[in-house]
């Protein structure tokens, strides 16, 4: 695939695409089939890069793939699990978080695992309150359980998503009783929660988000169809509304959404809410700017704010974004200031409650002043969703713009540059 389109901007996004599982769900799934002695089925799996990564990593670790892509079907089976090389797990990894998350399967399966140097404190406080033996040495970290994992109190700092995956994939299978507080519960995790209580766990999840699990000796495979991709969703409704467009998005489901229609609809986008997925459209008329602070679930989505962001600039006044969950999270805006917007961004918590990131020195708060036309530029995608957003926003802009980097996009957004075909995008490849 070439790395390099040129967009001709300023045609509305008209049409109908299909999103399939959560790249975020499906990833983690594909690693809980780790700890079942039997094969386990995963449906509705989209064609993305993070998928045959971590097929490789399981791959690397003895498990079976047979991954039949058109009809998004993924059989794993684990009947002969072994140890991998660091050096081939590093190779095939890359800056992908995701093989930490074999360390509580592998600990069970294995009594070991081995990884790379990445950020993570919180997974490695968690394994170790299991009664992992961390050892880090200079070439990676060596985990080993010899004398078995046990159930544990643990409160994190923060709802991490990962440190709660981990949390819950070590828990099931540990002797005794675990309880997780201050959890996150954002539907890809009761996602995966649903897949390990088919596979034989017990957990309950309480609604002051305390998980409790009780470990069990063996589990089994299991058979799932995966929850919808809802940051894919809802960057295809922010590119419906930055190009003044109409994009039905089939297999999108209102539940896991709420929080990004309410926004959608205060911005001035308009929805239609079907069985089979959400059409969302611009109106016409003027959208309007909001004041919009990025949480953990229930709240609205850190991933969701990107793509949005595009969308503000050609709001009518002042919109102010406060990002909660991560602290770098607006480097993209420089690009799209290049483009012509007006963003500045703030190390100051603004519009919102005081963060965690607000007495340190991240630009974290971000005041958008629109509408501003975009114009074309020279663009080098940073990263997945801020990718995804400057693609928008070569999209909506007039002229033609070059997007350089988009393999980083196809990490997660199923068959993209079919989906702007289908969507009358007009682009060519270099
Ligand atoms: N954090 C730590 N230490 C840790 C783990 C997390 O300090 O050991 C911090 C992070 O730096 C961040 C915050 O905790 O500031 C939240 O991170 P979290 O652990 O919740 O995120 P994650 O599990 O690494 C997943 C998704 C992200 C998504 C976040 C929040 C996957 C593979 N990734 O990341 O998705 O933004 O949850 O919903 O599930 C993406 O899809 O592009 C993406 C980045």
Redesign the pocket.
């Known amino acids: 695939m070439t790395d390099l389109i040129y967009v001709n901007g300023g045609t509305p996004l008209n049409g109908s695409i299909t999103v399939r599982g959560a790249?975020?769900f499906v990833?983690k799934a594909m690693v809980a089939a780790l700890l079942g002695e039997t094969p386990s089925e995963l449906r509705n799996v989209p064609d993305i890069r993070d998928v045959h990564v971590v097929s490789g990593l399981l791959e690397l670790h003895g498990v079976k793939v047979d991954y039949d892509v058109k009809a998004g079907v993924l059989k794993l089976d684990p009947s002969n699990v072994e140890t991998a090389h660091m050096a081939d797990i590093d190779a095939h990894a890359g800056a992908s978080?995701i093989p930490i998350l074999f360390c509580g399967p592998l600990l069970h399966r294995l009594g070991g695992c081995r990884i790379g140097d990445r950020?993570?404190?919180?997974?490695l406080s968690i394994l170790r309150q299991f009664g992992a033996v961390v050892d880090k040495r200079e070439n990676g970290i060596f985990l080993s359980a010899p004398n078995g994992l046990k159930g544990t109190k643990i409160e994190l700092p923060?709802p991490?998503?990962?440190?709660t995956e981990q949390l819950l994939m070590t828990a099931v299978r540990a002797e005794g009783i675990t309880e997780l507080s201050n959890a996150?519960v954002?539907p890809e995790i009761l996602d995966l929660i649903n897949v390990l209580q088919k596979m034989g766990a017990i957990i309950t999840v309480r609604t002051d988000r305390v998980i409790r699990i009780e470990g069990v000796p063996v589990l089994k495979g299991y058979s799932h169809t995966a929850l919808a991709d809802r940051?894919e969703a809802a960057s295809w409704a922010s590119a419906a509304l930055a190009t003044r467009g109409d994009i039905f998005v089939k297999g999108a489901t209102q539940p896991e959404m709420t929080a990004f229609l309410n926004t959608f609809r205060k911005v001035g986008g308009e929805f239609e809410i079907q069985d089979d997925g959400i059409r969302f459209f611009h109106p016409g008329g003027e959208l309007k700017p909001i004041v919009l602070e990025t949480d953990v679930h229930p709240g609205f989505?850190?991933?969701w704010q990107q793509p949005l962001v595009v969308a503000l600039t050609q709001a009518t006044g002042l919109s102010i974004v406060h990002e909660t969950?991560?602290?770098n999270r607006f480097g993209f805006t420089d690009a799209l200031n290049g483009m012509g917007a007006q963003i500045q961004v703030y190390k100051e918590c603004l519009g919102g409650t005081e963060c965690r990131f607000g007495q340190r020195n991240f630009h974290h708060s971000a005041v958008i002043a629109g509408p501003t036309p975009l114009v074309a530029r020279d663009i080098v995608v940073p990263d997945?969703?801020g990718g995804f957003s400057h693609l928008i926003a070569a999209l909506a802009a007039e002229g033609r713009s070059s997007v350089k980097g988009i393999q980083l996009i196809d990490r997660?957004y199923e068959n993209f540059m079919g989906k702007l075909e289908a969507l009358g995008a007009k682009f060519e490849m270099a």
């Open positions: 790249k975020n990833s978080r950020p993570i404190d919180f997974h923060y991490s998503v990962g440190a996150a954002e940051i989505m850190t991933d969950v991560y602290e997945l969703r997660g």
